[in-house]
């Protein structure tokens, strides 16, 4: 039993860990085992109590890529715990994303740093938005849930390469055993998510989603208490890429 503990925990870890690393090398098939060494380790959501944020914290409505990602809303989503030293609400330009995602490689051997590094220059990237969202559960949609929290990331980049880059961390996460499918994303059929099992021991579970619409990469990592809204995720992932086509940010 510590055994199968000690490969999901590992195997969690590793789909969780760095968000912009999983996104944009995960878009030239750099699997979920590659990365089990990224410094965030699965465990405890870190809570940011809901509501909307003071006239202080304010901001220009977002444009862009950052403009199509779900707002924030007092009676659902509010805003999440930061995602590592962005913030809770960011966006990266493609030449500040490729950079940071080259220097996440530093620890692999030469030869497959250049290589992977060579890849991530042809994905052509233009730019990156990501958004954190927490919920303090309760009862949605006639679904009693846990708190949990959501992130969402948007990388632009070359259409075929999002397509692909979708289809291989799906494929990905298909191979771990540690994970069950997760609920259908309503008019994608691109899109997966992959849970643990329903009949697991842990406290906490967790969910990650990935999609492609247009030349847009679209990721998604909840986590939460049980009973976990996965069918809340869903709905907001589902509006999440109904936005993208909406907007016509990824045609």
């Given amino acids: 039993m510590s055994g199968q503990r000690t490969r999901r925990g590992r195997a969690t870890a590793a789909a969780a860990g760095g968000l912009l690393l999983a996104v944009v090398v995960g878009a030239v098939g750099y699997t979920v085992d590659t990365v089990k060494d990224a410094d965030r380790a699965s465990g405890a959501p870190v ?5 909307a ?3 202080d ?3 220009a409505p977002a444009t862009g890529l950052s403009g199509a990602l779900v707002p924030y809303r007092s009676d659902g989503w509010t805003r999440g715990p930061d995602l590592g030293e962005f913030g809770a609400d960011a966006a990266l330009t493609g ?11 530093s620890d692999l051997p030469r030869s497959q740093r250049k290589e992977l590094e060579k890849e991530i220059d042809r994905l052509h990237i233009t730019g990156v938005a990501m958004r954190s969202y927490a919920t303090t559960g309760g009862l949605h949609s006639g679904e009693q849930t846990g708190a949990a929290t959501l992130s969402i990331v948007l990388t632009r980049m070359d259409r075929r390469a999002a397509r692909s880059g979708a289809s291989d961390r799906n494929e990905a996460f ?4 540690v994970f069950e499918a997760g609920p259908s994303i309503k008019g994608h059929k691109n899109a997966r998510c992959y849970r643990l099992p329903g009949e697991s021991d842990e406290e906490l579970d967790v969910m990650f989603c990935t999609a492609s619409q247009g030349d847009v990469l679209v990721s998604a990592t909840a986590e939460g208490v049980r009973p976990f809204g996965a069918e809340g995720v869903a709905a907001l992932l589902t509006e999440q890429l109904d936005r993208l086509g909406e907007t016509g940010v990824a045609v």
């Fill in 57 to 59: 914290e304010k901001e």
């Fill in 47 to 51: 809570w940011t109590p809901p509501g």
């Fill in 95 to 105: 030449a500040h994303a490729a950079a940071l995602t080259k220097e996440s490689l």
């Fill in 174 to 177: 298909e191979s771990l055993d």
């Fill in 53 to 55: 944020p003071t006239d």
